[in-house]
């Protein structure tokens, strides 16, 4: 079966930091575009950063950017999220999720279709003093 | 940045309605356009892409349509299974997918 599972969510101080990863079952990672979306509580589904199969290109949301450090091992099979200088508003669920195929070449995006399938079920970040 | 805004924002509907769910571009995003469907505790699920291309295994009672700045997902005649919450995606500035803040669909 094509799964993604995350792990690495917890409790933190704001200020602190985490190290989300997104292992990924019945497929091999080598070959697609990943991304971390997430949901705060309450709230609809946000972008966080997407990475290419390569690692050659990355992308933050605003929201994130210079904090935020998406990489990969695709030996591993996993994707990972370092998530530091946490603060209140990234408390969250956090999902990792692929690309189409194909989604990137040696330019950058191929296209702008793409769709994310398919999805973990999340991992919880929650940020409190 | 573009804006997806859903509407209606929730919705209660009964077994067998027929039901309508909206989702507007703040610019054309010509017809990049997605749908999901996400119940609590689980992964959400890919639907539709491209605005009107069912994924395998969707049922055929949903369906997507639209383009430009409006767009609409219907499900023809509501299962038990469907009620959940359903996000649009633009990925009109891919990777910098966009989504609508969501439609929570409730039993009536």
């Known amino acids: 079966e094509v799964q993604l599972v995350e792990s690495g969510g917890g409790l933190v101080k704001p200020g602190g930091s985490l190290r989300l990863s997104c292992v990924s079952y019945?497929?091999?990672?080598?070959?697609?575009?990943m991304n971390w979306v997430r949901q705060a509580p309450g709230k609809g589904l946000e972008w966080v950063s997407s990475i290419s199969s390569t690692s050659n290109f990355i992308y933050y949301a605003d929201s994130v950017k210079g904090r935020f450090t998406i990489s990969r091992d695709n030996a591993r099979n996993s994707l990972y999220l370092q998530m530091d200088n946490l603060r209140a508003e990234d408390t969250a669920m956090y999902y990792c999720?692929?690309?189409?195929?194909?989604?990137?070449?040696?330019?950058?995006?191929?296209?702008?279709?793409?769709?994310?399938?398919?999805w973990g079920q999340g991992t919880l970040v929650t940020v409190s003093s | 940045d573009i804006q997806m805004t859903q509407s209606p924002s929730s919705l209660s509907a009964s077994v067998g309605d027929r039901v309508t769910i909206t989702c507007r571009a703040s610019?054309?995003?010509?017809?990049?356009l997605n749908w999901y469907q996400h119940k609590a505790g689980k992964a959400p699920k890919l639907l539709i892409y491209t605005t009107s291309t069912l994924q395998d295994g969707v049922p055929s009672r949903f369906s997507g349509s639209g383009s430009g700045t409006d767009f609409t997902l219907t499900i023809s005649s509501l299962q038990p299974e469907d009620f959940a919450s359903y996000y649009c995606?633009?990925?009109?500035?891919?990777?910098?997918?966009?989504f609508g803040q969501g439609t929570k669909l409730e039993i009536k």
């Open positions: 610019q054309s995003i010509n017809t990049y």
């Open positions: 995606q633009q990925t009109y500035t891919t990777p910098r997918a966009t």
């Open positions: 019945g497929f091999t990672l080598r070959g697609y575009g």
């Open positions: 999720a692929r690309d189409r195929p194909y989604s990137y070449d040696i330019s950058g995006p191929t296209s702008r279709i793409n769709w994310y399938d398919p």
